[in-house]
């Protein structure tokens, strides 16, 4: 079965700061989705990656694949307390179009102001 | 345009009693997940329903099930409930293509 490792697993920095978080598949990725989720609520989603090579910004943030690696890298641009939250990254296995969503355990990110 | 409506959003049951939750997907999907999400891990897949048949399952016990009504709205069933099974329940919708997965905001389960 697919697995999906991100680290850091957590991530202190200042207001300001850039920062990246990586997500590395143990297979093959077709779609990697990113993820973020405050602290017991539910996941607001941020960007879905499906070919390699491509890159998507949403606001500061901006999201990778590189499907050689089998790895998809989450960038943040001059960090904001608002920033702060559980980044979770998911991926579904096979390259269908359903399926169950893999997820890495999450990176927990504070943002000091 | 409502989003994944989850409820109750919390709920507090006692060992081997069982609990029902339920999930309204997002306007225009068909498909409809369960996920366990245990404090600080990502979510666990238990399965996914579309055309009212469970399509795809996880690696849970069978005290799991769960339903799927013709207006695709969604319940999920645990069993003899267990203290492992405290937990963030959440749903997912999505339309079949590969167009993202939207989830609701979760039922936070306690089991004492």
């Known amino acids: 079965s697919q697995e999906l490792e991100q680290s850091p697993q957590s991530l202190i920095v200042q207001e300001g700061k850039n920062l990246t978080i990586n997500c590395t598949s143990s297979k093959t990725l077709y779609g990697l989705y990113w993820y973020k989720q405050k602290y017991g609520e539910g996941l607001i989603f941020l960007m879905m990656l499906q070919k390699g090579g491509e890159e998507k910004s949403h606001e500061k943030i901006t999201a990778k694949l590189d499907e050689k690696k089998q790895q998809s890298s989450l960038h943040i641009t001059a960090s904001q307390p608002s920033h702060a939250g559980i980044y979770l990254c998911g991926a579904v296995a096979g390259g269908t179009s359903y399926g169950k969503l893999t997820f890495g355990q999450g990176t927990i990110l504070t943002v000091h102001p | 345009d409502a989003g994944v409506t989850q409820s109750p959003t919390h709920l507090i049951k006692t060992r081997g009693q069982q609990v029902t939750l339920r999930c309204s997907p997002k306007s225009g999907h068909d498909t409809v997940s369960w996920y366990q999400q245990a404090l600080g891990q990502g979510p666990q897949f238990i399965f996914q329903?579309?055309?009212?048949?469970?399509?795809q399952r996880g690696n849970f016990p069978d005290r799991f099930s769960g339903h799927q009504f013709p207006n695709y709205s969604s319940e999920l069933n645990v069993n003899a409930l267990l203290l492992g099974d405290s937990a963030l329940y959440l749903c997912a919708s999505s339309n079949g293509q590969l167009r993202g997965y939207t989830f609701g905001s979760g039922t936070r389960l306690t089991v004492v």
């Open positions: 329903y579309y055309e009212e048949e469970e399509r």
